[in-house]
């Protein structure tokens, strides 16, 4: 596994026209279905992208979640939500800027991609330029059995995580 440091991403400029196509594609896509944020791409997209020193990985999901369901190694994390009641981290732009800047390109990860979003739009309306949702998420959908793990998401497409 090719990991690169949390501080060798090159920043893209202020142009979208500059992203990776892959990210190009998702910013266009973005503005034609009215997005509030800069785009969402796979987890594997998201994958590459992160080891190829591209852009930054942010966990966005509560520290518990991180603990005990497992979690991309050498990622960010910054809880959008936290605690067992997934109660608003009134923080989480400070932290995120306090460890990326405005400029930056971030990658969101939650469990389903819904909180990702969510944390995204509002990242965006903090004035950061590049801020894309994976989607799915770390454990995605719920399948028809009501579980998580067999329809999508960063772990059923076998990318790498570790647990604690």
Not at 75 to 89: D, E, M, R, S, Y
Not at 124 to 137: C, D, M, R, S
Request: glycine residues 8%; contains cysteine; aromatic residues 8%.
């Amino acid at each position: 596994m090719t990991v690169v440091s949390l501080n060798q991403v090159t920043p893209p400029s202020a142009n979208p026209d500059s992203l990776p196509p892959v990210l190009h594609a998702a910013w266009q896509a973005a503005r034609d279905d009215g997005l509030k944020f800069a785009g969402q791409v796979s987890p594997d997209d998201a994958w590459k992208l992160f080891t190829g020193g591209q852009a930054h990985l942010v966990d966005v999901r509560a520290a518990e979640e991180r603990k005990f369901v497992g979690h991309v190694p050498n990622t960010f994390h910054v809880a959008w939500q936290t605690g067992p009641a997934l109660i608003k981290n009134p923080r989480f732009l400070r932290e995120l800027e306090s460890k990326l800047s405005k400029d930056a390109l971030i990658l969101l990860l939650c469990r389903s991609g819904k909180r990702s979003a969510a944390a995204a739009e509002a990242a965006t309306a903090a004035g950061f330029k590049y801020v894309f949702n994976v989607l799915e998420g770390f454990e995605g959908d719920l399948d028809q059995r009501q579980q998580r793990g067999a329809s999508g998401g960063w772990r059923q497409r076998n990318l790498p995580w570790v647990q604690d």
